[in-house]
């Protein structure tokens, strides 16, 4: 079965601090993605990863940046944590070729920043 | 902005009735996607339905296209407690490839 996993269900940090948010998936996919979702908002795009060591912008990245040094992983690094940085934030992945194949989310991790 | 914006932000009915949520979007799409999320958890994929189809049925599912309206709707019929979630819609950028989620239907189905 398809499976994209989040290594934190529930963080909280304090302001200032570096956060690791890590995500797995084990369907070989290319294309890795990095979402905070909201209130009213939505979801957003912060990063997104289309091969290994290749990185191109969302909508938010500031504040953030990423790293994919292995194909089935893929993190979201907030350099220094603020408080409007604290939302739930979701990973998701597919296959390459096109917008035909549909997006696999992880179940999301909740950063709370005091 | 190129996202999907659905309509009606928050819809509540009763067990056995039906439910349409409406998504509209500007840009040029080859496809149009739904997704389904529980509270506090990831999406799931529903359906997808391409830009040359204006029609699509899974289960209890319905979903339209209109592209020369650029609108969708999702029908799920004879809804249940279990349908209670968020809904959102992702139209695909012909131009990008890139799925772009609106804010989404919040659904809440009472028993």
């Known amino acids: 079965d398809v499976k994209v996993t989040q290594s934190s269900r529930y963080l909280v940090k304090r302001t200032g601090e570096k956060v690791f948010l890590e995500c797995v998936q084990d369907?070989?996919?290319?294309?890795m993605f990095w979402y905070r979702q909201d209130p009213g908002l939505g979801l957003r795009l912060i990063y997104f990863s289309y091969d290994v060591k290749m990185k191109e912008k969302g909508d938010i990245p500031e504040g953030y940046s990423v790293s994919r040094e292995k194909k089935e992983r893929f993190s979201l690094i907030l350099e220094s944590a603020s408080t409007n940085q604290t939302s739930m934030y979701l990973c998701?992945?597919?296959?390459?070729?096109?917008?035909?194949?549909?997006?696999?989310f992880g179940e999301g991790s909740w950063l709370t920043v005091v | 902005s190129q996202q999907g914006e659905e309509d009606p932000q928050a819809l509540s009915i009763q067990e056995g009735e039906n439910a349409t949520m409406n998504c509209s979007y500007k840009?040029?799409?080859?496809?149009l996607q739904w997704y389904r999320q529980n509270s506090g958890r990831g999406l799931v994929h529903l359906i997808l339905?391409?830009?040359?189809?204006r029609e699509k049925h899974s289960g209890r599912l319905r979903v339209t296209l209109d592209t020369s309206k650029k609108s969708s709707s999702l029908l799920i019929t004879a809804s249940r407690a279990a349908d209670t979630a968020s809904y959102f819609c992702a139209p695909v950028s012909s131009n990008t490839g890139k799925l772009i989620f609106g804010q989404g239907t919040t659904l809440q189905v009472k028993p």
């Open positions: 369907m070989d996919h290319e294309n």
């Open positions: 339905i391409r830009s040359n189809e």
């Open positions: 840009t040029s799409i080859n496809n």
């Open positions: 998701a992945s597919k296959p390459s070729g096109g917008g035909f194949h549909t997006i696999y």
